[in-house]
């Protein structure tokens, strides 16, 4: 079955850096569009970046453009998010996520999500 | 970037009763549309694709309508499982973005 587990999350204070994993299995990694949706804490869901099948193609909110880059290493299955210059309104569950069709980027498969707290 | 409205904020429903939610487009999304639940302290699940379509395993009570600008997800006879907090999201243009959630909660 579908496995995503997400790692990396934790207390960092603002304007510091901090690297999101998500570990996938049961699945074709490398035939999978990948995403990072996050959710502030009470507060609805926003896309954050996405990779594309090998790793050419990125595209980010303009909320995290310039300070997040998102990465995917097909070899071991996994893909990262490298968080520079982190701010309070960073603040969020981190979720990786599966694009459920081939040019329709909704998300099937959901990790569990991993918990970035941007503090002093 | 595409604004999408849901209502109504929170829905209260006796177990057994309809639920009706709708979510609204600043712009027409033609039917890149898809609706989460998401119980407390869980990740979202996959409900609705296409504006209609049910993910797998899914059932038949949650079904999705609409195209264009308006969407409804309507669950015919709501379960203990159904309360929970729902989303649409819109995939037509970048950014991708969601609606704000309804609130399922028991009556």
């Known amino acids: 079955q579908v496995q995503l587990v997400e790692s990396g999350g934790g207390v960092v204070q603002p304007g510091r850096s901090l690297r999101l994993s998500c570990e996938a299995s049961g699945f074709t990694f490398s035939n999978c569009v990948m995403h990072w949706v996050r959710q502030a804490p009470g507060k609805g869901l926003e896309w954050v970046a996405v990779i594309s099948y090998d790793g050419s193609s990125k595209y980010y909110a303009d909320s995290v453009k310039g300070r997040f880059t998102i990465s995917r290493d097909n070899s071991k299955n996994t893909m990262s998010l490298q968080m520079n210059s982190l701010r309070a309104e960073d603040t969020a569950v981190y979720y990786c996520a599966t694009q459920g069709g081939v040019a329709d980027e909704y998300f099937d498969y959901w990790g569990q999500g991993t918990l970035v707290t941007v503090s002093s | 970037e595409i604004v999408m409205t849901q209502s109504p904020d929170t829905l209260s429903v006796s177990p057994g009763e309809r639920a009706t939610l709708s979510c609204r487009a600043s712009q027409s999304v033609s039917r890149n549309l898809a609706w989460y639940q998401q119980k407390s302290g869980q990740a979202p699940r996959l409900l609705i694709y296409g504006a209609s379509t049910r993910a797998t395993g899914i059932p038949a009570r949650i079904s999705g309508s609409g195209s264009g600008t308006e969407f409804t997800l309507t669950i015919s006879s709501l379960q203990s499982e159904d309360f929970a907090v729902y989303y649409c999201?819109?995939?037509?243009?970048?950014?991708?973005?969601f609606g704000g959630g309804t609130k399922v909660e028991i009556k």
């Open positions: 999201q819109q995939y037509n243009n970048w950014p991708l973005t």
